[in-house]
């Protein structure tokens, strides 16, 4: 409202729809909302950046009827509004697509996008008008071809997604926030989401947008609101012409972005892992791969290019179909965790609280669940002893917080993927496998990770990354694999890929690819 | 396990997303608050329930509690009645906490029991029994473990299977018949008392303090937490998950070998329908105790505790000569209370906490 968004001219003709000012919200021991101010305009992308913790998803919530703000104002549509509930929210027209969709998996389509006001009359529902009008908004939103009658459980992320806007339209919502709806989706499906939310706005709705990605801020936002520490730090900015600096510092009083830790000058040391013909049918074939003492890998591909399923076939956690695992000159047998444990590997899975974490376990437990065998005595737990070198490894990766009792429920992400690291430390892993390791971590954070990956390498651990990100790929290895449908297509050191190399490699040939650039330009 | 979000979206209101509780916070909070002590919070109102079934029973028969000697045997017929049960709880509070659960074990005691009394197995005499009631306890229960392990089938259809399938060759093996146990050893169990306690008692009481090693000073105990709490993340660090789980119905299938001499010895006989129901007692015990159907969390003294609020409700209808019917009742209700009272912890103690600016500014988030 103080500044006139250059690029943005169509957001300012439509009028104010949704205005918060002086929000707040507290829980015991704490001000999720110190004084938020919002305002949305109809027909405008508006994005919500900041920090994990800023409060963004209390806000959220707060929108969605889902909590009661203490205090403050929140103006819908003109009139001044305290929803009861999210259904009271819903029916006022303010649709939410959390980041973990809430759809009924074994419920179809039309029955999801109609869950909870289903045509019917006298208490039988019109199931064949559900389809229609379902089919009719899937198809509104560019996606005819997802039949209404399908089990929502068997459709892709990027499917339910679909069927989770179709169900706001369902609705008749003006305003649709979105909760980081591009974490769960690939590159290309990305640009698909964008084409939908153009159309949505194009209709004259709303739609609030949550990301941690700055260059999709950029590509679809109207204009930002900065929150940090529960309160705005900057409203209504025009989301192209902003400086990245001047976000990222309003995020963070900082005005850095990625810092990735310098490259050191010595060569990597021995073979550790050589991989050869791995693969798997349906996900990858064909692998081949060293890693070297020192030597940080990273491997650069989409979603369903096979890299995940790469790396955890690589770690025994699922069973190879071909190909061989060989650490330190010796096969490992394929599907086997406890063997690769033994042999020197270890993973931290892309999801990290049910993948990894016993969350209501304390820290230490966590840390020594792969090793506390080893200190014990003829099966007795040594839990002093377990304490004293977990404390050593936290202070090493500076965990905090440092007391190693307490629960990995309460820490940040990023603390948290330290656990899981930490974990591997102790267990004298000296190869280790990195799925997406700062994957809902916030940038302050990501930097102590980068450092502590460099430092393991610096020691003598050879490091195997997969990361969504490019320019985390890029920055933070030494060399690059970029895989594309279950192969590797390219193998080099980073110094010699730059971003859009990586891009067109790992897009090339996907059907996908020309409308994504098409999107982007 | 999966929540449909339509359940949190209307927890939210009420208070916060579970991780903000403060409840949850680690060291430097008080006892009352913190998570950690929970157990003993839990612990601390079982030993009050018994007291109240104590003053309870005081007030409707004073001429009996005024008189000491009537009182300490009271407490000895409570423990000895909770043994056998108890037993089996504290083999079901490792399973349920490993992320199982071992419906069979009425139906795996009814088995030893049978096995156990054969004329052929009785003409080996008392160690000739005893090796059989636990070797077939320890082979159900790890067939039981191959089923959820090796089988993948879920431990709920595992177990009940395998209680169908055992009180029928129970009942194969006796012909339905009683059989009588002519072991002279055997049947003194239940009536020798050391130092003026039951051998019972004694037995149920080693068997926890066992139990309470293995959850909490063991790896195996570790493993178990671990395997309970989150089994893909245990399986990625390396515990051989599968292993491990037929290990928990074996030690469950001890536990009801172990019971099943017990109630031999009590009842100097064993019949196809012994024990009956003790799985749904085993499982109320443990979860009254505080032990978490989902897994990962548990206590062994909290299930010993449940166990012995149980006895103690059974006796305390017997000395007010109250007909059973209603005994159910109170135990169903026990069962729902205890429940609840787990559940509403966080948002009523954290509500209070606010009110009372009890709380201190949130450490980490």
Known sequence: MNEQPAGAAAANTGEVVLR??????????????????????????????????????????????????????????GEQVAFSGPQAAMKAGIATIYQELDLVDYLTVAENVYLGHEPRSLGFVHKGQAARQARELLGRLGHGEIPPHRLVKSLPAAGKQIVSMARALSHSAKLIIMDEPSAVLAHDEVGNLFRIIRELTAQGIAVVYISHRLEEIRE???????????????VNLPARTTPTRDLVSRMTGRSIEYVFPPRPDTEPGEKLLEVRGLGRSGEFAGVDLDVHSGEIVGIAGLVGSGRSELLETVFGARQAEAGTVVMDGRGLPPGNVAAAVRAGLGMAPEERKSQALLLGQPIYRNMTLTNFSTYATAGFTDTGKEQAEAMRVADQLELRPRDVRRAVRTLSGGNQQKVVVGRWLLGGTRLLLLDEPTRGVDVGARAELYQVIRDLAANGVGVLLVSSEVPEVLGLSDRVLVMREGRVVRTAPATELSEEDVLDLVMAGSLTAATTEEVAA | MSVSSEQKVEQAPEGHAPHAAPAARGGGTSWWKDEAQEPLRRNLGLVGVLLALFAIGAFIRPDLY???????????????????????????????????????????????????TTLATQSFGAAGMIFTAIAVGIGAGLVNGALVAYGRLVPFIATLAM??????????????????????????????????????????LVVAGLGWVLLNRTTFGRRTVAIGGNAEAARLAGINVRGHTMLLYALSGLCCGIAAIMLTSLATSSQAAAAELYELDAIAAAIIGGTLLSGGRGTIVGSLFGVIVFSAITNLFAIANLPTEVQNMVKGAIIVVAVLLQQVRFSSVTQFARRHGLTRAKPQT
């Open chain 2, 163 to 204: 209680l169908v399938a055992a009180r029928g060759l129970a009942a194969q093996i006796s012909g339905k018949q009683t059989q009588i146990s002519n072991d002279m050893f055997i049947n003194s169990i239940a009536k020798e008392r050391i130092l003026g306690i039951p051998l019972l008692a004694i037995i149920l």
């Open chain 1, 20 to 77: 918060l000012s002086d929000v707040v919200k507290t829980f015991p021991g704490v001000r999720a909302l110190d004084g938020v101010e919002l305002e949305v305009r109809a027909g405008e992308v508006h994005c919500l950046l900041g920090q994990n913790g800023a409060g963004k998803s209390t806000l959220i919530k707060v929108l969605a009827g889902v909590h009661r703000p203490d205090s403050g104002d929140v103006q819908w549509l």
């Open chain 1, 220 to 234: 679809i936002g109207d204009r930002v609101t900065v929150l940090k520490d529960g309160r705005t730090s900057a």
């Open chain 2, 66 to 116: 005024s008189n000491a000697d009537w009182v300490i045997n009271n407490i000895m017929v409570i423990l000895t009645q909770a043994a056998a049960i108890g037993v089996v709880t504290v083999g079901m509070t490792f399973v349920i906490i490993g992320g199982g659960i071992d419906l069979s074990v009425g139906a795996l005691i009814a088995l030893s029991g049978v096995w156990a």
